[in-house]
């Protein structure tokens, strides 16, 4: 028996909803605090879009993962879209108000960077965690080997021979299956190392992704603080 085979028998409650509707609503906060130059539009009316997106797919699944169909799947990609967008319009507002050189406060800069960086590891995690052998509800819920591709290849998929007490944690003896905070976990260090550290990319849309979401963050450690930090008074 597989370790698939296992988790179904023993039946999965689905992934909590709680951390990821919460990174939700610290990028629409994050977005609303920017500096009125880094807004596109009036500045509620993104972070409201934000969370009335959420609304639905928190109805659906209140507080475990386990009901999705093919409206809130796309739903639920719509959302990750807008925040990446408006972010990545930010970014770019952000580069061009160091390149017209009327920016005279460092603090303001860096703390708009800083938002601007940590919108950016949640708008990837969410990503990553969305696209994964099929998203969050058929990690867990996928049944008679309906499971996708793996997009990602975690430590747990390769642990089954470590020693004991670390192979009991692999998803061959557990049934283990990576959630939010695992996907939010790799954003964090690609977006710090500029390249994966222990989750390797299998797919080429995961690859792609964690190239991007590298550029960017290097665009902003390089350009955007190191600027800002000369600006500093």
């Known amino acids: 028996m ?22 939700v609503v610290v990028a629409a906060a994050l977005y609303a ?15 409201a879009l934000e969370l009335l997106l959420l609304v639905p797919l928190i109805a659906i699944n ?14 639920s990609i719509a959302l990750v ?24 406060e460092g603090k303001q800069l860096l703390i708009a960077a800083g938002q601007v960086w940590v919108t950016n590891i949640i708008i990837f995690g969410l990503a990553f965690w ?9 990690r867990t819920q996928a049944r008679g080997g309906t499971l996708p591709v793996a997009d990602f290849r975690f430590p747990q998929d390769e642990d089954h021979d470590a020693i004991s007490e670390v192979a009991a944690r692999s998803s061959a003896r557990s049934g283990w299956t990576p959630g939010f905070a695992d996907y939010l ?6 977006s710090s190392a500029f390249s994966p550290t222990d ?5 080429v849309r995961a690859k ?22 000369g600006l500093l008074r």
């Open 81 to 104: 879209l807008v925040i990446a967008v408006t972010n990545g319009a930010s970014l770019v507002l952000l580069i061009i108000e160091l390149v017209s050189g009327e920016v005279r």
């Open 199 to 203: 989750t390797m990319p299998l797919s």
């Open 33 to 47: 605090a920017l500096p009125g130059k880094l807004i596109v539009g009036p500045r509620f009316v993104i972070p």
């Open 208 to 229: 792609l992704l964690m190239a991007v979401e590298s550029v960017s963050a290097l665009i902003l450690s390089v350009l955007v603080i190191s600027r800002g930090v």
């Open 130 to 138: 969305e696209l994964d052998r099929g998203g969050p509800v058929r």
């Open 185 to 190: 976990y790799v954003s964090v260090t690609n």
């Open 62 to 75: 209140p507080r475990r993962m386990v009901r999705e169909n093919r409206s809130m799947r796309r739903l």
């Open 2 to 23: 597989n370790a698939r085979q296992r988790s179904e028998r023993r039946g999965h409650p689905g992934e909590p909803r709680l951390p990821a509707a919460c990174a």
